[in-house]
C-alpha cells in the first residue's frame, strides 16, 4: 500500500494546487523610507537550533519510497546543492520497512554530500527507527512529521494516536542531531507548541493550512468523501504568531539560554511572503508544493533559478526595510489585519 500512495499524493498535490489562503495578506509591512542598507552587504544566513543555513529557504519533506519518487528526491537535490538550501526528504518509514526503498532517499546524500540534509518520519517512530533514518542518508537534522487529521482521513491511516510526546521526547534527547517538530498543514497551536518545547524539541516547523492540503489529497484518494474537513486547522499565518508565542513563553520562563527555532510552512509561494514570515519571526521558511510544481511542469534548471530568483527578491525586500540580516528583518514593524488579527486577539497572541 505505501508505495502507491506517495505517487498518489505527487500526483494530487500537483492536480488540487495551493490556495494561497495562508493568512500572509493579514501582515502588512511597515515601510521604511530611510532604510540605510545596501543591497550588496545583505547576508541571507540563518539559524536554525544548532545549524547554520547559508539561505532561509528549506525544501519541505515530500518524497521517497519508490523509484520514480527517487527522480523527483534526486533533481530536488540538485537544485538544492546549487542554490545552496537544505533539504529534507520524505518519510522514511517506508525505507525503514522495506530496505530496497532505501536508494530513494539516499540518493539524497549521493547528490548533495555536503549540503544540509534533513531526514523525516513520523510520530510513531520509535528512537531505533529514528538512528536509523538518520544513519541511512547522514542527516544534519531530524524532522518529526504531526499529521493526525491526515491519517484519520486516509482510509488505511492511523487510529491511534498515544504516546507520540513520549517518543518525541525520547527522539529529541537521544537521536544526536536536532529534531524538528514539524505539521503537514493543519498547524501547530501555542498548547500543542509549548508542550513539544516542554518535551526538550528546539526547532517547531508550524505546518499551517493554505498551501497544501492533505486533508483534499486524501479526500480525493476516498470514496467516502469527508470534504466538510478540507478547512480543518489554523492558517500558517496564525500557526506561526501561536507558535512564537509558546517560544517566547518558554523562553521568558527561565529557557533564555536555550535556542528556540521556529520555521514556517505551509502555503508559502512568493518571496514577499518569506520575507513577511521572516518579519514576523520565523528563522526560516519551508516550501514544498511550490517548488515540486516547478521542478515537475518545467524541470531543474527552472527551479534553480527560481531559488536564484527568490533570494535576489528577498535582498530586495531586506534594502527596502534596512535589515542587512534576518535577525535584522525581526525588528521591522508590522500591522495584523482581518481574521488573523482576529484570532490572534481572541487567542491571546501578540
Ligand atoms: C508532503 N509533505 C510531507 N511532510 C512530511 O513531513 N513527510 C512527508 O512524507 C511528506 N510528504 C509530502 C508529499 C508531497 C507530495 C507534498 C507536496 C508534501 C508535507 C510538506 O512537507 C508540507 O508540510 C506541506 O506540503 C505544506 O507545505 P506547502 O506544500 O504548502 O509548501
Same mark, same amino acid.
Given at each position: 500500500?505505501r508505495?502507491p500512495r506517495?505517487?498518489?499524493h505527487v500526483?494530487h498535490a500537483l492536480? @488540487?494546487?495551493?490556495s494561497?489562503?495562508?493568512?500572509f495578506?493579514?501582515?502588512?509591512?511597515?515601510?521604511?523610507?530611510?532604510p540605510?542598507a545596501? !543591497?550588496n552587504?545583505?547576508?541571507?544566513?540563518?539559524? +536554525?537550533?544548532?545549524?547554520? /543555513?547559508?539561505?532561509p #529557504?528549506?525544501?519541505?519533506?515530500m518524497?521517497?519510497?519508490a523509484?520514480e519518487?527517487?527522480a !523527483?528526491?534526486?533533481e530536488?537535490a540538485?537544485a538544492?546543492?546549487e542554490?545552496?538550501?537544505?533539504m529534507?526528504?520524505? *518519510?522514511?518509514m517506508a525505507a525503514?520497512?522495506?530496505?530496497?526503498? $532505501?536508494?530513494s532517499y539516499?540518493?539524497v546524500?549521493?547528490?548533495?554530500?555536503d549540503?544540509?540534509?534533513?531526514g523525516?518520519?513520523?510520530?510513531e517512530a520509535?528512537?531505533?527507527q529514528?538512528?536509523? $533514518?538518520?544513519e541511512?542518508i547522514?542527516?544534519?537534522a531530524?524532522? #518529526?512529521?504531526?499529521n493526525?487529521?491526515?491519517e484519520?482521513i486516509?482510509p488505511?491511516?492511523?487510529?491511534q494516536?498515544?504516546?507520540? @510526546?513520549e517518543?518525541?521526547?525520547? +527522539?529529541?534527547?537521544?537521536?544526536?542531531?536536532?529534531? +524538528?517538530?514539524?505539521?503537514v498543514g493543519?498547524?501547530i497551536?501555542q498548547?500543542?507548541?509549548?508542550?513539544l518545547?516542554?518535551?526538550?524539541?528546539?526547532?517547531?516547523?508550524t505546518?499551517g493550512?493554505g498551501?497544501?492540503n492533505?486533508a483534499?489529497?486524501?479526500n480525493?484518494?476516498r &470514496?467516502a468523501k469527508?470534504?466538510?474537513l478540507?478547512?480543518?486547522?489554523?492558517?500558517?499565518?496564525?500557526a506561526?504568531l501561536?507558535?512564537l508565542? $509558546?517560544?517566547?513563553?518558554q523562553?521568558s520562563s527561565? %529557557?533564555?539560554?536555550r535556542?528556540?527555532s521556529?520555521i514556517?510552512?505551509?502555503?508559502?509561494? *512568493?518571496s514577499?511572503? +518569506?520575507?513577511?514570515? /521572516?518579519?514576523v519571526?520565523a528563522?526560516a521558511?519551508?516550501m514544498a508544493?511550490?517548488?515540486?510544481r516547478? /521542478?515537475q511542469?518545467e524541470?531543474t534548471?527552472?527551479?534553480?533559478?527560481r531559488i536564484?530568483?527568490?533570494?535576489?527578491?528577498i535582498?530586495?525586500i531586506m534594502?527596502?526595510?534596512?535589515? *542587512?540580516?534576518? $535577525?535584522?528583518?525581526?525588528?521591522?514593524p508590522v500591522?495584523?489585519?482581518?481574521e &488573523?488579527?482576529?484570532w490572534c %486577539?481572541?487567542r491571546?497572541?501578540d
Amino acid at each position: 500500500m505505501r508505495i502507491p500512495r506517495k505517487l498518489e499524493h505527487v500526483h494530487h498535490a500537483l492536480q @488540487l494546487g495551493q490556495s494561497g489562503e495562508q493568512g500572509f495578506a493579514d501582515i502588512r509591512i511597515v515601510p521604511n523610507c530611510l532604510p540605510e542598507a545596501s !543591497i550588496n552587504r545583505i547576508c541571507l544566513q540563518t539559524v +536554525i537550533g544548532e545549524l547554520i /543555513l547559508s539561505s532561509p #529557504i528549506i525544501i519541505n519533506a515530500m518524497t521517497g519510497g519508490a523509484q520514480e519518487t527517487e527522480a !523527483i528526491n534526486r533533481e530536488l537535490a540538485v537544485a538544492a546543492r546549487e542554490t545552496g538550501l537544505a533539504m529534507a526528504v520524505g *518519510s522514511q518509514m517506508a525505507a525503514i520497512r522495506h530496505a530496497d526503498a $532505501a536508494s530513494s532517499y539516499t540518493v539524497v546524500r549521493k547528490i548533495n554530500p555536503d549540503g544540509i540534509v534533513f531526514g523525516n518520519l513520523g510520530s510513531e517512530a520509535t528512537l531505533e527507527q529514528a538512528e536509523r $533514518a538518520v544513519e541511512m542518508i547522514k542527516a544534519d537534522a531530524l524532522q #518529526i512529521h504531526l499529521n493526525v487529521m491526515q491519517e484519520l482521513i486516509m482510509p488505511e491511516g492511523d487510529r491511534q494516536f498515544t504516546g507520540m @510526546l513520549e517518543r518525541i521526547a525520547l +527522539i529529541a534527547a537521544r537521536v544526536g542531531v536536532p529534531v +524538528i517538530v514539524k505539521e503537514v498543514g493543519f498547524g501547530i497551536a501555542q498548547e500543542g507548541a509549548a508542550a513539544l518545547l516542554q518535551a526538550g524539541v528546539n526547532v517547531i516547523d508550524t505546518g499551517g493550512s493554505g498551501g497544501t492540503n492533505f486533508a483534499a489529497i486524501e479526500n480525493a484518494r476516498r &470514496t467516502a468523501k469527508l470534504d466538510w474537513l478540507n478547512d480543518w486547522g489554523c492558517t500558517t499565518a496564525v500557526a506561526l504568531l501561536e507558535v512564537l508565542k $509558546a517560544a517566547h513563553a518558554q523562553q521568558s520562563s527561565g %529557557g533564555g539560554d536555550r535556542s528556540v527555532s521556529v520555521i514556517a510552512s505551509g502555503g508559502i509561494r *512568493s518571496s514577499l511572503e +518569506i520575507g513577511k514570515a /521572516l518579519i514576523v519571526g520565523a528563522s526560516a521558511v519551508g516550501m514544498a508544493g511550490a517548488l515540486l510544481r516547478v /521542478l515537475q511542469y518545467e524541470g531543474t534548471a527552472a527551479l534553480i533559478e527560481r531559488i536564484d530568483t527568490f533570494h535576489q527578491e528577498i535582498k530586495l525586500i531586506m534594502t527596502a526595510l534596512g535589515a *542587512s540580516s534576518i $535577525a535584522g528583518l525581526r525588528q521591522v514593524p508590522v500591522v495584523i489585519l482581518g481574521e &488573523t488579527a482576529q484570532w490572534c %486577539g481572541l487567542r491571546g497572541v501578540d
